[in-house]
Structures are given as structure tokens and as C-alpha cells.
């Protein structure tokens, strides 16, 4: 019996249209009647999961998230933070300042703050727009300590602006973390031990559930660890070869209603 169920969102659990259907939304409440964990593994911060969050009932002190990639696992009604794989203060300074050097701007979420940057753009101004939340305009050098907890460093501009700045990142950024684009103008920087994957077993150990028991569906390369590490890892039929090519089964698209079949097909035994 599998009894956590982590569900990427964005080409997984939401359709074309950014919805959850009819189908998946019974067959989640027909999973958790039997006890099981549904927890939403995203990219989004805690806020900008709120509206999936509220439609699955999933705000409860015993239900969970893995936000920012696993970044943060956190409480869904307490915000209480289980676990936690950051950067530093001094982290976003050195990046602030290499971002500068190369002509982009540059975002970061704070534990602390939420979405800080020097300067806003209307990639800033999207971010917030996505995930309602406050822009705080802060001078990264002198508002910041160093020790303060960044969840992520984020540099963003056009594409042909962002391209050409990541061509020319020094190889010290590629070693000290983890970097990968998100969107054509979304350039992420994070702790090297960010994983879908380690944060879905820690969350099963926090709740004693065997990894065994634990079942992910994704679609992207940002869900391929999470898929590898699962008891059984899900990949949609609209996912990336990759990730199709390591999980245990592949269900139907996003669009006709795939996290729904394969919950019916593993969990509820129909």
C-alpha cells in the first residue's frame, strides 16, 4: 500500500489550462479517506501554493509540501519549516555581485523577507503576480547579513540577454551550486543538496513511512530524482524522454486526467 503520494504540478497534477479536472480531485479525496499523504512537490513557494492547496483540502497541521524543489519541506496550516537546504546571505552577495558584472538582473526569496531584489522587471513583477506574494526592494550588500537563510538566488532578463550572461558564468558558480534555467528567463541558483528526491524521502522518514510506500509523479528534469528515489515513480506520457525512461510506469497526459489513472490504477485497485 503506498501511503505518500508526492504530485509535481505544473504538466502533472494541473492540465493545459492550469486546472486540476473533476477526476483528479475525487480520486485524491478517495486516496486520502484511506489515509494517504498527498503532498505537492513544486518549484512555487508556500504562498503561491495556497489555491491547489486549498482545493485538494490539503491546509492541515498533518499535511506537508516540498516547496522551492524540496528546498523547504513545510507544514501547510503551521508553516512550521521540517527541513531545510539553503543558501547563505553571503551567497546572494556574491551572486548580486556577479550579476552585475554581467548585465542581469537578480532575484532571491528569503526565509525571512519572501521575494527580495534590488530592482524590479517585469520578470519580478510575474514571479509575484504567479505565486501572490510582496516584492521587497532591499540593497542585497548592506540589508542582508551573511548568515541569513536565502532559499534561492535567481537571475532573470529576456532570453537572449540571460543566454548570453550564463555563457559567460565563471565555472566557481557551477561548482559551489546548483544551477539550472526553470523558464527561458528564469536562471536558478541554489544549495547543491536541493533534490525533489532527498526531500521526499526525508518528509517520508519525518512521517515514518517506508520508502517503499511512497509513489511521485512528475514530468520534467526537476522531478527526475524525485521519480528515482520513489517506491514507484510515475512519469507522465507528456514528460520528457528522460524521466519516462527511469520511472517504474508511465500514465496517460496531463490532459486526460493521468495523475487520476494511475492513483485508480496503484492505490484504489480499480
Not at 13 to 34: D, G, M, P, Y
Not at 49 to 59: G, K, R, T, V
Not at 61 to 71: I, Q
Not at 239 to 255: L, Q
Request: net charge negative; aromatic share 8%; with cysteine.
Amino acid at each position: 500500500m503506498y501511503k505518500l503520494i508526492a504530485l509535481d504540478m505544473d504538466g502533472t497534477l494541473f492540465n493545459s489550462e492550469k486546472q486540476i479536472t473533476a477526476r483528479t480531485k475525487e480520486t485524491i479525496a478517495q486516496a486520502r479517506a484511506l489515509g494517504v499523504k498527498i503532498v505537492l512537490a513544486s518549484g512555487r513557494p508556500l504562498d503561491g501554493l495556497q489555491p491547489p492547496l486549498q482545493e485538494l483540502d490539503l491546509i492541515h497541521e498533518d499535511e506537508y509540501v516540498l516547496s522551492f524543489n524540496g528546498a523547504l519541506i513545510v507544514n501547510t496550516k503551521t508553516r512550521e519549516i521540517v527541513s531545510k537546504c539553503v543558501l547563505k546571505g553571503s551567497d546572494y552577495k556574491d551572486l548580486f555581485k556577479l550579476s552585475q558584472e554581467l548585465g542581469v538582473h537578480c532575484q532571491a526569496f528569503s526565509t525571512r523577507q519572501g521575494l527580495i531584489t534590488n530592482e524590479t522587471s517585469q520578470y519580478t513583477e510575474h514571479e509575484a503576480s504567479i505565486n501572490k506574494i510582496d516584492i521587497n526592494i532591499i540593497n542585497p550588500l548592506t540589508d542582508i547579513t551573511d548568515e541569513e537563510d536565502i532559499i534561492k538566488v535567481m537571475f532573470i532578463d529576456p532570453p537572449e540577454i540571460l543566454d548570453e550572461a550564463i555563457a559567460k558564468i565563471p565555472d566557481w558558480v557551477k561548482e559551489r551550486y546548483n544551477v539550472f534555467k526553470s523558464a527561458p528567463f528564469f536562471f536558478e541558483i541554489t544549495n547543491k543538496g536541493v533534490d525533489k528526491g532527498i526531500s521526499l524521502l526525508q518528509l517520508a522518514d519525518y512521517l515514518n513511512i517506508k520508502q517503499s510506500e511512497t509513489m511521485a509523479c512528475g514530468d520534467q528534469g526537476n522531478d527526475y530524482t524525485m521519480i528515482k528515489a520513489a517506491g514507484l515513480g510515475v512519469a507522465m506520457e507528456n514528460g520528457i524522454d528522460k524521466v519516462k525512461a527511469i520511472a517504474n510506469y508511465v500514465t496517460d497526459t496531463n490532459d486526460n486526467d493521468g495523475v487520476a489513472k494511475a492513483i485508480e490504477k496503484f492505490v484504489l485497485n480499480k
